[in-house]
């Protein structure tokens, strides 16, 4: 079946570690998106990648960055995790025409 | 800003019974709005979805509704099961913008068997 797919399900990380989540995609969707979502809230868009043009939001820190080597695979790299960057970190995809197709999550949590 | 909000964040129903999450949006120009399904530990999950030319729409055991002059949306699911105890997130979309959704704060729903 054709899907999202999130690797790790659960990261540990220590305080300042550079660590680095990976989604991988076989829909073939040309827009791929890296979301962080806290406990009770709704997910919060940190960038996103239609195509290979970069689009970032003007409140995601700079800690956070992301590559898209090719279209089926993105990468969310946290370049110093803070205890405040533990969340579950959602990707998704789509076409651009506005439905998103959601992977199961990562679950970070930093020590 | 604009935004889209839900009017409860949260709703506990009996098995069996009809569930009706409500929406509010305020961008007058969003044209596609979808329903996601949250349960714990896991990513959202697209129930269904509508664009602003309809007024409902209708899947399994949900339907949608629309209604623009008040900018409302609602989700209903029908004969309610413990398995759709999850939270629901409404999320607005406009098309030619930016390729962002926009998310409610979110509605969890707890079936009580």
């Known amino acids: 079946d054709a899907m999202v797919i999130q690797n790790p399900r659960y990261q540990v990380t220590q305080f300042g570690k550079p660590v680095t989540l990976s989604c991988s995609q076989t829909?073939?969707?040309?827009?791929m998106y890296w979301y962080q979502q806290k406990s009770s809230q709704a997910p919060k868009l940190l960038f996103h990648?239609?195509?290979?043009?970069?689009?970032n939001e003007a409140d995601t820190p700079d800690n956070f960055q992301s590559r898209r080597p090719n279209t089926s695979f993105c990468f969310l790299d946290i370049r110093s995790p803070g205890l405040g960057d533990a969340a579950m970190y959602l990707c998704?995809?789509?076409?651009?025409?506005?439905?998103?197709?959601f992977g199961p999550g990562t679950r970070l949590t930093v020590t | 800003g604009e935004s889209v909000g839900l009017h409860l964040p949260t709703l506990s129903v009996q098995e069996g019974d009809n569930s009706i999450i409500n929406c509010a949006y305020s961008n007058s120009a969003s044209d596609y709005f979808i329903w996601y399904k949250q349960e714990s530990g896991k990513g959202p999950q697209f129930i269904i979805d509508i664009r602003s030319n309809m007024d409902k729409r209708q899947g399994q055991r949900v339907t949608v509704l629309l209604n623009k002059t008040v900018k409302h949306l609602s989700l209903q699911i029908a004969a309610t099961q413990p398995g759709d105890s999850a939270v629901y997130f409404c999320a607005d979309f406009t098309q030619g913008g930016s390729e962002k959704l926009v998310f409610g704060k979110g509605m969890k729903l707890t079936v009580n068997p």
């Open positions: 998704a995809t789509s076409r651009g025409t506005g439905g998103q197709y």
């Open positions: 990648y239609y195509d290979k043009d970069f689009n």
């Open positions: 829909l073939n969707h040309n827009v």
